[in-house]
């Protein structure tokens, strides 16, 4: 016989309803995402947004944990007689506008094979890199021997022969601009290579030079900023500035950033108020971010399910708000991406998704669910600052600020928000310092 359900809302409970009724319920928009269900009328219970794909599926759920020895029938699961009142069929059928979705789920092998396979590709990209960095040493003291050499035989006339035609060379290849493989534009193909051998002088001092630009620029914006949404805006804007310098310090060209962040004042051009500019503006956020994570060495693969579920998310969306909170989600994956390519550890980034997803299950609203969302980014990106060389007391010194703005007494939840945003720009840039001056 199969499982039959109970629903509570309000401290009401209806039941037993079969799978395909509440199924039904879910399609009609009879349930609400903060409904509770459970396979017997004491609990323990479970929110419909935590369980609403397997019931759309028509899956069983409850399967696991202390549901899975619970009976199909108890005394409490009597069927309804003929003629009693449907409780689940008179549900208020309005969805509201503080419903909550779900966090965004990234597909993760699920079996030994898939995981075994998983483990070995890791293992491999592991060993490639290795083995290249190593190579590349080996070319890098062969090529200053071959120089030694040129010009000890040719002396300074052939020098200069084979300067101008080191430079000839250089300029056939940036005649190919032809799109690779992850989605970059690069001129020279012995220019993404060289991004292994650190960035030269002139590169660091213009991304440093960058950085104080745009720490300047937000610092301005916050002067003629009004409202505490205008503050949001803003400082999403230098996020997606700061992220940019990330990417290019990455190996990403200039011109595919700034291609990115002028989407932005076209965003800005066709949005009807401040929530549709601030949703636009954490698009661009969020593709700036996949542009950062592809040039740390991501896989296609990863990016794709990580861009399609956030899509999913967006289309589910019912407002603005649901919008935003679902696209902050796909940019804290996408940070939990990056830093877990730039070399932060596997249990730091399992911590921190843990507390993330705690922090998002107990949200009772949207804004909450922002707020929550937005420090889970503030934390990845913490962490793949330290793996990258950052002082840890500067990291813990942001999140602690980040805890204490928490504290402060009569702060609202679009203040809150926007602080975390700030939190999330401050950090990084500390990531990108530290990328930099490697």
Same mark, same amino acid.
């Given at each position: 016989?199969?499982?039959?359900? !109970?629903?509570?809302?309000?401290?009401?409970?209806?039941?037993?309803?079969?799978?395909?009724?509440?199924?039904?319920?879910? $399609?009609?928009?009879?349930?609400?995402?903060?409904?509770?269900?459970?396979?017997?009328?004491?609990?323990?219970? $479970?929110?419909?947004?935590?369980?609403?794909? =397997?019931?759309?599926?028509?899956?069983? !759920?409850?399967?696991?944990?202390?549901?899975?020895?619970?009976?199909?029938?108890?005394?409490?699961?009597?069927?309804?007689?003929?003629?009693?009142?449907?409780?689940?069929?008179?549900?208020?059928?309005?969805?509201?506008?503080?419903?909550?979705?779900?966090?965004?789920?990234?597909?993760?092998?699920?079996?030994?094979?898939?995981?075994?396979?998983?483990?070995?590709?890791?293992?491999?990209? =592991?060993?490639?890199?290795?083995?290249?960095?190593?190579?590349?040493?080996?070319?890098?003291?062969?090529?200053?021997?071959?120089?030694?050499?040129?010009?000890?035989? !040719?002396?300074?006339?052939?020098?200069?022969?084979?300067?101008?035609?080191?430079?000839?060379?250089?300029?056939?290849?940036?005649?190919?601009?032809?799109?690779?493989?992850?989605?970059?534009?690069?001129?020279?193909?012995?220019?993404?290579?060289?991004?292994?051998?650190?960035?030269?002088?002139?590169?660091?001092?213009?991304?440093?030079?960058?950085?104080?630009?745009?720490?300047?620029?937000?610092?301005?914006?916050?002067?003629?900023?009004?409202?505490? !949404?205008?503050?949001?805006?803003?400082?999403?804007?230098?996020?997606? =500035?700061?992220?940019?310098?990330?990417?290019?310090?990455?190996?990403?060209?200039?011109?595919?950033?700034?291609?990115?962040?002028?989407?932005?004042?076209?965003?800005?051009?066709?949005?009807?108020?401040?929530?549709?500019?601030?949703?636009?503006?954490?698009?661009?956020?969020?593709?700036?971010?996949?542009?950062?994570?592809?040039?740390?060495?991501?896989?296609?693969?990863?990016?794709?399910?990580?861009?399609?579920?956030?899509?999913?998310?967006?289309?589910?969306?019912?407002?603005?708000?649901?919008?935003?909170?679902?696209?902050?989600?796909?940019?804290?994956?996408?940070?939990?991406?990056?830093?877990?390519?730039?070399?932060?550890?596997?249990?730091?980034?399992?911590?921190?998704?843990?507390?993330?997803?705690?922090?998002?299950?107990?949200?009772?609203?949207?804004?909450?669910?922002?707020?929550?969302?937005?420090?889970?980014?503030?934390?990845?990106?913490?962490?793949?600052?330290?793996?990258?060389?950052?002082?840890?007391?500067?990291?813990?010194?942001? $999140?602690?600020?980040?805890?204490?703005?928490?504290?402060?007494?009569?702060?609202?939840?679009?203040?809150?928000?926007?602080?975390?945003?700030?939190?999330?720009?401050?950090?990084?840039?500390?990531?990108?310092?530290?990328?930099?001056?490697?």
């Amino acid at each position: 016989m199969s499982n039959e359900y !109970f629903v509570r809302r309000d401290g009401k409970v209806s039941g037993p309803h079969s799978l395909a009724m509440i199924r039904k319920s879910l $399609e009609e928009k009879k349930l609400k995402a903060n409904d509770l269900l459970s396979l017997s009328s004491d609990g323990p219970w $479970e929110r419909v947004a935590a369980v609403h794909k =397997e019931i759309r599926a028509g899956r069983p !759920f409850f399967n696991q944990g202390a549901n899975a020895n619970k009976p199909t029938e108890t005394p409490q699961s009597k069927p309804q007689e003929e003629g009693q009142e449907d409780w689940l069929g008179a549900i208020d059928e309005l969805v509201e506008d503080e419903k909550l979705l779900p966090p965004l789920k990234v597909v993760r092998p699920k079996n030994k094979t898939e995981k075994h396979k998983a483990s070995k590709e890791a293992e491999n990209d =592991e060993r490639l890199t290795k083995n290249l960095t190593i190579m590349l040493a080996w070319v890098r003291g062969g090529l200053v021997a071959v120089f030694i050499v040129v010009g000890v035989v !040719f002396a300074i006339p052939h020098l200069k022969k084979l300067g101008d035609l080191t430079a000839s060379t250089t300029q056939d290849s940036d005649v190919d601009t032809n799109p690779v493989s992850d989605g970059s534009n690069v001129k020279n193909p012995l220019k993404k290579l060289g991004r292994l051998l650190r960035l030269n002088k002139k590169e660091r001092e213009n991304l440093e030079s960058s950085i104080r630009q745009i720490e300047s620029n937000l610092v301005q914006s916050e002067r003629t900023s009004n409202t505490v !949404f205008q503050q949001q805006v803003g400082r999403t804007q230098s996020c997606i =500035e700061m992220t940019a310098i990330v990417a290019e310090a990455l190996g990403a060209e200039a011109s595919d950033t700034r291609a990115i962040m002028s989407k932005r004042s076209q965003n800005d051009s066709s949005s009807k108020n401040v929530f549709q500019q601030l949703a636009g503006q954490l698009s661009v956020y969020l593709e700036i971010m996949t542009l950062a994570a592809r040039q740390s060495g991501v896989s296609s693969r990863d990016i794709s399910t990580c861009l399609e579920s956030a899509g999913l998310n967006d289309r589910a969306a019912k407002n603005v708000n649901q919008q935003i909170a679902g696209r902050a989600d796909a940019v804290q994956e996408m940070a939990r991406l990056l830093a877990g390519k730039l070399g932060a550890s596997r249990d730091r980034l399992s911590s921190i998704s843990d507390s993330a997803s705690s922090s998002d299950r107990n949200a009772e609203t949207v804004y909450q669910q922002m707020s929550a969302r937005q420090a889970g980014i503030v934390r990845f990106l913490g962490a793949a600052a330290v793996a990258q060389g950052a002082e840890r007391s500067d990291v813990a010194e942001i $999140e602690a600020k980040m805890a204490s703005d928490d504290r402060g007494g009569g702060i609202t939840a679009p203040q809150q928000f926007a602080a975390r945003i700030n939190r999330a720009f401050q950090m990084t840039a500390v990531l990108a310092k530290a990328i930099v001056v490697k």
